[in-house]
């Protein structure tokens, strides 16, 4: 987005030394003088430009207004941004054993912790892909990208592994970590972190 107002901004730079240049000797007063404020007409015009430059810089000024407007999948840069959070954060979050995120020892169903099957999760090459491929999606889709999410809901997903809400923190916090390494900006990581949030309802369970 930033870079389509690139040229406006660089040709209004150009225009603003070429009448510094202009500016520089000595002129007989016109209607255009009105335009100072300091009482140097080229001063005037440095400092417009210094800040045309500054709000450049910072993807703001009167023909920069689309990036209020960019989604947070944008702005943790698209595709290849969510990418490489993703891929830290599963490295990390599986390593961890604070989230038991492979569910050893757990078991689904039975009654009062007799009978059931085994819940865990085998970080094998199929099933790390198929986590990535459907996290990745899932970040996409949750921060207004245009991809399409594939995978099971939250309910079905997480269903009878008994994820207590000390598991859920943990792979929250690994999250802040692998956008900490990331360095992703402040905003952008409260936002996706509420976003991760929201989920605790589907996915944590109370005991």
């Given amino acids: 987005m930033?870079?389509?107002?690139?040229?406006?901004?660089?040709?209004?730079?150009?225009?603003?030394?070429?009448?510094?240049?202009?500016?520089?000797?000595?002129?007989?007063?016109?209607?255009?003088?009105?335009?100072?404020?300091?009482?140097?007409?080229?001063?005037?015009?440095?400092?417009?430009?210094?800040?045309?430059?500054?709000?450049?810089?910072?993807?703001?000024?009167?023909?920069?207004?689309?990036?209020?407007?960019?989604?947070?999948?944008v702005r943790l840069g698209s595709e290849a941004g969510v990418e490489r959070i993703v891929a830290d954060f599963v490295d990390r979050v599986i390593a961890d054993p604070r989230t038991n995120w492979e569910r050893k020892g757990v078991k689904r169903g039975g009654v009062l912790g007799v009978g059931g099957s085994s819940a865990e999760w085998k970080p094998t090459p199929e099933n790390l892909e198929s986590l990535r491929k459907h996290l990745a999606q899932f970040i996409a889709v949750a921060t207004g990208g245009p991809?399409?999410?594939?995978?099971?809901?939250?309910?079905?997903?997480?269903?009878?592994?008994?994820?207590?809400?000390?598991?859920?923190?943990?792979?929250?916090?690994?999250?802040?970590?692998?956008?900490?390494?990331?360095?992703?900006?402040?905003?952008e990581q409260k936002e996706l972190l509420a976003v991760f949030e929201s989920t605790r309802p589907q996915i944590a369970e109370k005991r």
């Fill in 2 to 73: 930033e870079t389509m107002h690139r040229p406006r901004a660089s040709a209004f730079a150009l225009s603003l030394v070429l009448l510094a240049g202009c500016a520089s000797g000595d002129k007989p007063a016109n209607k255009d003088d009105s335009f100072s404020t300091s009482g140097s007409r080229e001063a005037d015009q440095r400092a417009e430009q210094r800040i045309s430059k500054d709000q450049q810089l910072r993807g703001e000024g009167e023909n920069d207004k689309s990036k209020v407007k960019q989604t947070l999948y």
């Fill in 147 to 187: 991809t399409e999410y594939e995978g099971k809901g939250m309910d079905a997903v997480h269903h009878g592994m008994k994820i207590t809400n000390a598991e859920f923190d943990a792979a929250i916090g690994a999250l802040k970590a692998s956008l900490d390494t990331l360095k992703v900006p402040v905003d």
